[in-house]
Nanobody
Framework: VQLQAYGGGLVQAGDSLRLSCAAP????????MAWFRQAPGKEREFVAA????????WYAESVKGRFTISTDNAKNTVYLQMNSLKPEDTAVYYCASGTPIVSTIRRVSSYKSWGQGTLVTVSS
């Protein structure tokens, strides 16, 4: 599955931004769609995930309550709504898809397909 992420940009602290990740075709019902991010000099880290079938969601503690992952099934698109952005949210954000079990949903290695990344910069 070739994914395409977009929607990044430069915003101020406290602003909101919505990222989108489009798949070229129908997403299989057993797939998990996820967002990861990588800040300069740091490892890629889990942000949020959603199971396509039942829309169960998982979030990193650092974004819980501020970010929301959602889908538009008709458009084969997953979104990441980011509110109350902080400078520490600055990173390249990647969408990914795979079929991890629940215990591995937060692992980079659990996902086979990745988007190209979109840069989010939050100024203070």
């Amino acid at each position: 599955v070739q994914l395409q992420a977009y929607g990044g940009g430069l915003v101020q602290a406290g602003d909101s931004l919505r990222l989108s990740c489009a798949a070229p075709g129908r997403i299989s019902s057993n797939y998990v769609m996820a967002w990861f991010r990588q800040a300069p000099g740091k490892e890629r880290e889990f942000v949020a995930a959603l199971r396509w079938t039942n829309t169960n969601t998982w979030y990193a503690e650092s974004v819980k309550g501020r970010f929301t992952i959602s889908t538009d099934n008709a458009k084969n698109t997953v979104y990441l709504q980011m509110n109350s952005l902080k400078p520490e949210d600055t990173a390249v954000y990647y969408c990914a898809s795979g079929t991890p079990i629940v215990s591995t949903i937060r692992r980079v290695s659990s996902y086979k397909s990745w988007g190209q990344g979109t840069l989010v910069t939050v100024s203070s």
